[in-house]
């Protein structure tokens, strides 16, 4: 079975941090490019970072660069989302794609 299955949401305080996990089962993630989206309630799906297949050159939306840091782990088959410096407009579901498979998603709440 080709599945996405994300991790590692919870609630954290602004300024906290997380670390996302989307590992896959059935493909190789190596051999995608890679993207997270997230949605905030009320709100659209909103891109926000990317990672290249081969190279692994990164793409993040303006809000979070400089903030988030995306990679890959081709032994574990998993890509993470290290999100730093947390701040309460970054609460929303957050969901990995490769291809056309998308997961479930993984919430991410910031509040104090």
Do not use: H
Request: charge should be positive; proline fraction near 2%.
């Amino acid at each position: 079975q080709v599945q996405l299955v994300e991790s590692g949401g919870g609630l954290v305080q602004p300024g906290g941090s997380l670390r996302l996990s989307c590992a896959a089962s059935g493909l190789t993630l190596g051999n995608y490019y890679v993207r997270w989206f997230r949605q905030a309630p009320g709100k659209g799906l909103e891109w926000v970072s990317a990672i290249y297949a081969g190279n692994n050159i990164t793409e993040y939306r303006g809000t979070v660069k400089g903030r988030f840091t995306i990679s890959r782990d081709s032994a574990k088959n998993t890509v993470y989302l290290q999100m730093n410096g947390l701040k309460s407009e970054d609460t929303a579901l957050y969901y990995c794609e490769a291809g056309r498979i998308r997961g479930q998603g993984t919430q991410v709440t910031v509040s104090s």
